[in-house]
Nanobody, 115 residues
Framework: QVQFVESGGGLVQPGGSLRLSCGAS????????MGWYRQAPGKQRELVAS???????YYIESVKGRFTITRNSAENTIYLQMNSLKPEDTAAYYC?????????WGQGTQVTVSS
């Protein structure tokens, strides 16, 4: 089993930036694809961005050009740099492998974009 710990969330004004971090511990060997997910109140959790071990990257359309995912495989860490934040980015953000495993969800980190 893998433990994911997310950090870096907070309250930010529209147009602001945040950098999320996710550390993984436990049985991390063999995790090829890592991703950031988010869940807004009343909505399903969605995959926001992912990165493969080889560096192939995916973003959902709504964050392209604003978010950047990076991965430090040696440290089992991924990051999500979020710029030009919008109120619709407000959600709890989680990291997990892709596809996600239900037992591996961490506590997440809350991102609130509001003036």
């Amino acid at each position: 089993q893998v433990q994911f710990v997310e950090s870096g969330g907070g309250l930010v004004q529209p147009g602001g930036s945040l950098r999320l971090s996710c550390g993984a511990s436990g049985t991390t060997f063999g995790i090829s694809v890592m991703g950031w997910y988010r869940q807004a109140p009343g909505k399903q959790r969605e995959l926001v961005a992912s990165v493969t071990f080889g560096g192939r990257i995916y973003y959902i359309e709504s964050v392209k050009g604003r978010f950047t995912i990076t991965r430090n495989s040696a440290e089992n860490t991924i990051y999500l740099q979020m710029n030009s934040l919008k109120p619709e980015d407000t959600a709890a953000y989680y990291c997990n492998r892709v596809p996600a495993r239900a037992d591996d969800w961490g506590q997440g980190t809350q991102v609130t974009v509001s003036s």
